[in-house]
């Protein structure tokens, strides 16, 4: 045996007891979230009528499909130790300027693509400005958060713009094998960013900014690059969630996803993604997004009051945020 | 004296996850007395310290306080019972002043509002009565390194404690700052105080320490009631296990051509222009004392920090300003000084640390990482330089402080067309063994043809180690000797500003 090969046993050397229960803790801590969706789902089936059918099923998936979506981008964008509130407002705009610039020429495709580069627009001046000028994430996107509001209330006269074109309902209506075009796009979402985050330099530079940005950069990274980058597509898949939302509901609608963004990170912080940046997996995302839809689907079977659902999901998000801590204080000692 | 002794661990274990970092270790401190705690990167010295400061708990074992066995749950009831550890990776508040982060936790709350005045007059008293020169407006993160790690030492002074354990507090120190260090050290020796010192510098283990632990793989293998009559070459043996032989382990080498020629930079830091050439498998020792502006020039050749003038060039190949990642096209790195801010990416596994610039040399198809190569490569390394972590995926910021810093060396070693490698103080806080297994890297990399710049605040290695040696005093070169010319006398008097002696400036 060579000395080097003696020395690495010797650091992992190790009572049997130890490692027993070293590794009951790593189970534990790494299946945690999908043990607790679990038993939630088998005593929500058990306990509640209509819960456990394929109908409801498929409705639960369509009502997360929109947090599904942006939830990824926005695991991209806490990793990187950002932030991003102006999601939510940008939905509204984009099922807005895309009801508005279809009817406007008659074409869906053109709504649609003209929608999407607004929010690419949108994305870029929130990365531009947080990268290059320095200016912190939060009150950046908090302008912008504002900022695109009142654009979707400008454009839209306050008013749900309703669209002419029958093509533009099938983007949210139309199925394929059984599940809706949203839920499909929102499948697609977690395959394409799962990929990105753990098999591309672009998933494992933005994990590196947020762990140590000055050491990223000193590692030869783009960091400004990759921060535009993350912001700029976050634009995008946000403005995808708003045409997807407005052709649910058959019109642009400027008050549309108030408080989406805040759900979106709850649903990002419950699957795990740090606040500190360095942090994330999407498969936690994406059992922290069914989490949140399963339990907002349950009360609604439970006809819980509409004004109960925000204590529900407030607790849910600070126990999530208490057993995080949790762990990594076991992990510290 | 018969009496228990001041302080005492008794049987520590402890475990982290995949890692026994202490295994039934016991040892004594006397009252009055420095004690030398020794051993490899990773042996679990700093867990032993952060045991003795309340902030691990032990799993097996106690320790005890004149005889007494402490049950220590958190950090405030080692304080509390007379504790002060220094710990290797500072804890300040960077935003705060000097005055306030002594002050720290010690107003009485009673007082309500703190009054400036007085604060600053009873700071000002106490850091002119221990010869620390220090500003005590200064915020934390104006501070070098070694200033910051100043005011930790004051602020344990401060609280009057009767035990005071420094985990490698010279690392980032100046000569003079050491110096004052020393002094203080003696002077709590003589009020009494047991002090535990942890060094991987000998020289200041044998200067300093009364008496010495030897810690390998988490446990103990050798106590020395004395060090009178003890030899280096017996300390090297008990800690790394085998002979080393001549540390330095220098053979000469072909050089080649020019590889980096640097003409007329300056930035903002260095504003005299700085001109110097390396050839291929030369080694450049740059010396000077902290704040000579060496890591400052290197930043800025490299591309980390603005270049206000001057050309940087690679095999003739100019390399853009202020760009890094232009350098790294070049083949031109740097390992930053500052591990900690500049270096590694804590939350992030070792092999993504090790991989995070060469994997854009073996993508899959252009695109997706390759996780077989890279789990290659960071094995590799972990081998080679004997870095110490369970597996290549565990969080870099668990491991311990000089296997962190093996493993950014590793980054750079891993880039594929490596022409010019920059270290700055490459061999701080590694231990005897590693640092030789880097100097040997460091000459493989030469025999490839690589340029080497070496920084370092240890004049026997930069001695040791190059083939040139540049001194820098104040911003600029000012003198160059073959390895031949060069010896301890003229490098040192001329990196020391004109007009001093042998104390050296003080850091900026
Ligand atoms: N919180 C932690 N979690 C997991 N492993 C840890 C933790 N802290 C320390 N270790 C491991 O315990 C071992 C001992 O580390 P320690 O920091 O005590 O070494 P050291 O003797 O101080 O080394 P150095 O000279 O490099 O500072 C190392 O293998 C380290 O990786
Ligand atoms: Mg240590």
New interface residues.
């Given amino acids: 045996m060579t000395?080097?090969?003696a020395?690495?046993i010797?650091?992992?050397?190790?009572?049997p007891a130890?490692r027993r229960r070293?590794l009951f803790?790593?189970v534990v801590d790494d299946y945690s979230l999908i043990l607790i969706f679990i038993a939630l789902f088998a005593v929500l089936s058990a306990s509640v009528q209509y819960f456990f059918s394929w109908d409801n099923m498929v409705g639960l998936l369509l009502s997360v499909s929109q947090i599904g979506m942006v939830s990824c981008t926005m695991m991209f964008c806490l990793a990187s130790r950002d932030f991003d509130l102006s999601v939510g407002s940008t939905v509204a705009f984009a099922g807005v300027f895309c009801a508005i610039v279809a009817n406007a020429t008659g074409s869906v495709a053109i709504g649609v693509a003209a929608s999407l580069a607004a929010g690419a627009l949108v994305g870029f001046v929130n990365g531009a400005v947080i990268a290059k000028l320095k200016i912190n994430a939060l009150i950046t996107t908090l302008a912008t958060m504002e900022i695109v509001r009142g654009l979707a209330f400008i454009s839209s006269h306050g008013q749900a713009v309703g669209v002419s074109n029958e093509a533009f309902f099938t983007l949210g209506s139309a199925s394929v094998l059984g599940l809706p075009v949203p839920v499909w796009v929102t499948l697609a979402c977690f395959v394409v960013f799962g990929?990105l985050l753990?098999?591309?330099?672009y998933g494992?530079?933005t994990?590196?900014i947020?762990?140590?940005p000055?050491?990223?950069?000193?590692?030869?990274?783009?960091v400004d690059r990759v921060r535009i980058a993350i912001f700029l597509i976050q634009g995008v898949i946000a403005a995808l969630a708003g045409i997807i939302l407005a052709s649910r509901m058959t019109s642009g609608q400027p008050n549309a996803g108030e408080g989406f963004e805040l759900n979106v990170i709850s649903a990002c912080v419950l699957g795990g993604v740090?606040l500190?940046?360095?942090?994330a997996s999407i498969s936690g995302v994406i059992v922290g997004v069914l989490i949140m839809g399963t339990v907002q689907n349950a009360m609604s079977l439970m006809n819980i009051d509409a004004f109960y659902q925000y204590l529900v999901r407030g607790t849910i998000l600070l126990i999530a945020v208490l057993v995080d801590q949790l762990k990594n204080r076991r992990?510290a000692? | 004296m018969t009496d228990a002794p001041r302080l005492e661990f008794r049987h520590i274990g402890k475990?982290f996850?995949?890692?026994?970092a202490l295994s039934d270790v016991g040892f004594s401190v006397r009252a009055g007395s420095v004690h030398g705690l020794l051993g490899e990167n990773?042996a679990g010295k700093s867990t032993m310290m952060k045991i003795l400061g309340g902030e691990?708990?032990p799993?097996e074992g106690e320790v005890a306080i004149d005889g007494r066995a402490m049950d220590f749950r958190k950090a405030a009831d080692a304080i509390d019972a007379g504790v002060a550890v220094i710990h290797q990776e500072l804890q300040y508040v960077p935003e705060l002043s000097v005055m306030e982060n002594l002050l720290l936790g010690r107003l009485p709350t009673r007082f309500g509002l703190v009054d400036r005045r007085r604060a600053l007059a009873w700071t000002r008293e106490r850091l002119d009565a221990l010869g620390v020169d220090l500003d005590p407006r200064a915020k934390l993160k104006a501070l070098s390194i070694g200033q910051r790690q100043m005011v930790e030492i004051v602020k344990a002074i401060l609280r009057d404690a009767k035990i005071l354990a420094l985990d490698e507090p010279t690392s980032s120190l100046s000569h003079r700052e050491t110096e004052v260090l020393f002094r203080l050290v003696r002077d709590l020796r003589a009020q009494g105080k047991a002090m535990i010192y942890i060094s991987h510098r000998l020289d200041e283990i044998f200067e300093l320490c009364d008496a010495a632990t030897i810690f390998r793989?988490?446990r103990k293998v050798a106590d020395f009631d004395t060090l009178e009559g003890v030899t280096r070459e017996t300390l090297v043996q008990r800690m790394v296990?085998?002979d080393i032989g001549d540390i330095w382990g220098y053979r000469p080498r072909e050089h080649g051509d020019i590889r980096l020629s640097v003409k007329n930079v300056s930035g903002r830091a260095v504003q005299q222009p700085v001109s110097f050439e390396v050839k291929a498998g030369e080694i450049v020792g740059f010396f000077g004392l902290v704040g000579a502006g060496r890591s400052e020039i290197m930043r800025v050749i490299?591309g980390?920090d603005r270049r206000l003038t001057g050309d940087v060039a690679v095999d003739g190949q100019p390399v853009k300003p202020s760009q890094?990642?232009d350098a790294?096209r070049h083949g031109l790195v740097?390992c930053?000084e500052d591990r900690k801010?500049?270096?590694?990416?804590?939350?992030?596994s070792v092999s993504?640390n090790i991989n995070?610039?060469a994997?854009?040399n073996h993508?899959v198809a252009g695109?997706?990482?390759n996780d077989r190569v890279e789990a290659k490569t960071a094995d590799g390394y972990?081998?080679?330089l004997?870095i110490?972590?369970?597996?290549r995926r565990q969080e870099i910021r668990l491991l311990s402080g000089g296997n962190q810093q093996k493993a950014v060396l590793s980054?750079w070693l891993a880039e594929r067309d490596l022409r010019v490698l920059i270290v700055d103080e490459p061999t701080r806080g590694i231990d005897v063994g590693a640092k030789n297994e880097i100097y040997n890297v460091l000459y493989e990399l030469a025999g490839r043809g690589v340029a080497v710049v070496m920084i370092s605040s240890e004049l026997p290695e930069v001695l040791g180690v190059s083939d040139r040696v540049i001194a820098m005093c104040r911003g600029r070169i000012v003198a160059q000797f073959s390895r031949d010319e060069a010896n301890e006398a003229n490098v040192l008097a001329a990196a020391l500003p004109e007009g001093a002696s042998a104390t050296p400036t003080p850091a900026r």
Avoid: C
């Fill in positions: 000395e080097s090969s020395a690495a010797g650091a992992t050397r190790d009572t130890t070293a803790w790593q990929v753990n098999k591309t330099i494992r530079n994990l590196a947020g762990g140590n000055d050491a990223s950069r000193l590692a030869g990274v783009a740090s500190m940046g360095g942090r992990q000692r | 475990s996850p995949g890692v026994r990773g691990y708990i799993d793989d988490g296990g085998r490299y980390a890094i990642r790294i740097l930053p801010e500049d270096g590694i990416i804590g939350v992030r993504e995070i610039s994997r854009r993508l695109l997706f990482v972990i081998d080679r004997r110490r972590t369970p597996h980054r």
